[in-house]
């Protein structure tokens, strides 16, 4: 099948329709396990430390099998792909829809025809987090994400999740298949927290400097060595993870310094040549802030493309534990602003956090089935206790910058 034919097969009915995934890589987690892509996170397929060579992982018969059900139309109804099948339903994009949208394969064509001739072909896509060893401590994380957070949980009474890590030793594994990637995808924790991430790109410099690589980083610090590396890679395109633009509320929310992560930001646009692509996680806490966010990145060269994907899912800072009335408020003021985008500043890849209706957001569930006025009442306290255990982290009080979020603790 090509390409086109891929295409074609897309425009059939969505049951039908193939995701590009299992026909190309796979994902690495933190703790070493090898799923079919990020979405597949609870569905282990094997070990790193248990699999040998992972190109022949891939080219056998544990992933066959998800090729196989794909190709029979299983999509709606096979675990883990029908969480992206009722993404989809729903018009909302998962990973299936990112590969569609935004990875093109020179090697497909071929690569189908050898697979259906029985022979060896190399991973193409290839996804990993080495770790979650990071160097920051942002309000919406948690330990299970950020070694940093380990404290911080332990202070909140939280469960903690110890460190994970691909153990050293299984690096080598991933090095072997470098050579035949069309992308690779690095996330963290942070990976320039995990010096091994540096080891992985110097041998990609070598073996095949033109793969595509994308990075999802921080920037809150990326090593002299670490950009003298990037400088000698001729694709790599960026995506960081800022929240908040101003001096208090950046470093409220992600634990930093505004100033260093945008000067990093100009340096790796410098070294890429490529503009970065700013992914804003769209919690409570910066909620009252998208607009402000949207237009401080207006003139800056070093930006392509901004994205409020959706909300941040957790129970202690999501959306959806605001008011209606105060969310339908927020939503229309926010509608207003983001309606007038003047793409010639940078292009807006997703405002889908505008759309999401009041009653589809995830909120806890032991407040779901309350009376709406204690239901409110029980939201707020979730939300200003939790606000609190942060300030009392960070040093001051969140509501000193967000005056919607004073106002709503005062007032209601
Ligand atoms: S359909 Fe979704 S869950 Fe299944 S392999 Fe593709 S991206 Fe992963």
Same mark, same amino acid.
């Given at each position: 099948?090509?390409?086109?034919?891929?295409?074609?097969?897309?425009? /059939?009915?969505?049951?039908?329709?193939?995701?590009? $995934?299992?026909?190309?890589?796979?994902?690495?987690?933190?703790?070493? /396990?090898?799923?079919?892509?990020? %979405? *597949?996170?609870?569905?282990?397929?094997?070990?790193?430390?248990?699999?040998?060579?992972?190109?022949?992982?891939?080219?056998?018969?544990?992933?066959?099998?998800?090729?196989?059900?794909?190709?029979?139309?299983?999509?709606?109804?096979?675990?883990?792909?029908?969480?992206?099948? /009722? %993404?989809?339903?729903?018009?909302?994009?998962?990973?299936?829809? $990112?590969?569609?949208?935004?990875?093109?394969?020179?090697?497909?064509?071929?690569?189908?025809? *050898?697979?259906?001739?029985?022979?060896?072909?190399?991973?193409?896509?290839?996804?990993?987090?080495?770790?979650?060893?990071?160097? #920051?401590?942002? !309000?919406?994380?948690?330990?299970?994400?950020?070694?940093?957070?380990?404290?911080? @949980?332990?202070?909140?009474?939280?469960?903690?999740?110890?460190?994970?890590?691909?153990?050293?030793?299984?690096?080598? =594994?991933?090095?072997?298949?470098?050579?035949?990637?069309?992308?690779?995808?690095?996330?963290?924790?942070?990976?320039?927290?995990?010096?091994? /991430?540096?080891?992985?790109?110097?041998?990609?410099?070598?073996?095949?400097?033109?793969? =595509?690589?994308?990075?999802?980083?921080? +920037?809150?610090?990326?090593?002299?060595? !670490?950009?003298?590396?990037?400088?000698?890679?001729?694709?790599?395109?960026?995506?960081?993870?800022?929240?908040?633009?101003?001096?208090?509320?950046?470093?409220?929310?992600?634990?930093?310094?505004?100033?260093?992560?945008? #000067?990093?930001? =100009?340096?790796?646009?410098?070294?890429?040549?490529?503009?970065?692509?700013?992914?804003?996680?769209?919690?409570?806490?910066?909620? +009252?802030?998208?607009?402000?966010?949207?237009?401080?990145?207006?003139?800056?060269?070093?930006?392509?493309?901004?994205?409020?994907?959706? +909300? #941040?899912?957790?129970?202690?800072?999501?959306?959806?534990?605001?008011?209606?009335?105060?969310?339908?408020?927020?939503?229309?003021?926010?509608?207003?602003?983001? #309606?007038?985008?003047?793409?010639?500043?940078?292009?807006?890849?997703?405002?889908?956090?505008?759309?999401?209706?009041?009653? =589809?957001?995830?909120?806890? !569930?032991?407040?779901?089935?309350?009376?709406?006025?204690?239901?409110?009442?029980?939201?707020?306290?979730?939300? +200003?206790?939790?606000? @609190?255990?942060?300030?009392?982290?960070?040093?001051?009080?969140?509501?000193?910058?967000?005056?919607?979020?004073?106002?709503?603790?005062?007032?209601?």
């Amino acid at each position: 099948m090509s390409e086109l034919e891929y295409d074609k097969r897309k425009e /059939n009915k969505l049951e039908n329709s193939l995701c590009k $995934s299992p026909f190309t890589g796979f994902y690495i987690g933190p703790s070493g /396990n090898i799923v079919l892509c990020c %979405m *597949a996170q609870n569905t282990h397929l094997a070990h790193i430390n248990d699999v040998d060579d992972l190109e022949s992982f891939y080219n056998d018969s544990v992933m066959e099998k998800y090729r196989k059900e794909l190709l029979l139309g299983a999509y709606s109804t096979m675990k883990p792909c029908d969480t992206c099948y /009722n %993404m989809e339903v729903q018009q909302l994009q998962p990973f299936k829809v $990112s590969m569609d949208n935004h990875f093109k394969f020179k090697n497909f064509d071929d690569d189908w025809n *050898a697979r259906l001739n029985n022979e060896t072909r190399p991973i193409r896509y290839l996804e990993y987090t080495l770790s979650n060893i990071c160097n #920051a401590d942002c !309000a919406t994380c948690k330990s299970e994400w950020s070694s940093k957070w380990q404290e911080i @949980d332990r202070k909140f009474g939280r469960q903690v999740t110890p460190l994970q890590k691909v153990k050293d030793k299984h690096i080598a =594994k991933i090095e072997k298949v470098l050579y035949g990637l069309e992308h690779l995808m690095i996330k963290g924790g942070e990976p320039f927290a995990d010096i091994r /991430n540096i080891r992985i790109l110097k041998k990609l410099t070598e073996v095949n400097p033109s793969c =595509k690589i994308n990075i999802i980083s921080n +920037f809150h610090a990326i090593t002299p060595e !670490a950009m003298d590396i990037l400088a000698n890679l001729t694709n790599v395109h960026f995506t960081a993870s800022i929240d908040a633009v101003t001096p208090e509320t950046y470093k409220w929310i992600r634990g930093g310094d505004i100033e260093k992560t945008i #000067a990093n930001m =100009k340096n790796v646009y410098k070294i890429t040549d490529n503009g970065i692509t700013v992914s804003v996680t769209v919690s409570l806490y910066n909620y +009252f802030l998208l607009d402000k966010i949207k237009d401080f990145f207006k003139d800056k060269e070093y930006v392509s493309d901004v994205k409020f994907s959706g +909300f #941040a899912p957790e129970d202690t800072h999501t959306v959806g534990l605001l008011p209606e009335h105060m969310y339908k408020k927020q939503q229309d003021k926010l509608k207003k602003a983001f #309606a007038n985008h003047d793409n010639n500043d940078y292009r807006l890849t997703s405002t889908l956090a505008l759309d999401i209706d009041y009653k =589809k957001i995830k909120r806890p !569930a032991y407040v779901r089935e309350l009376e709406v006025e204690l239901k409110e009442k029980r939201m707020k306290d979730i939300f +200003f206790r939790n606000l @609190d255990k942060m300030n009392e982290h960070r040093g001051f009080d969140l509501c000193d910058y967000v005056p919607e979020l004073k106002e709503w603790r005062i007032n209601t």
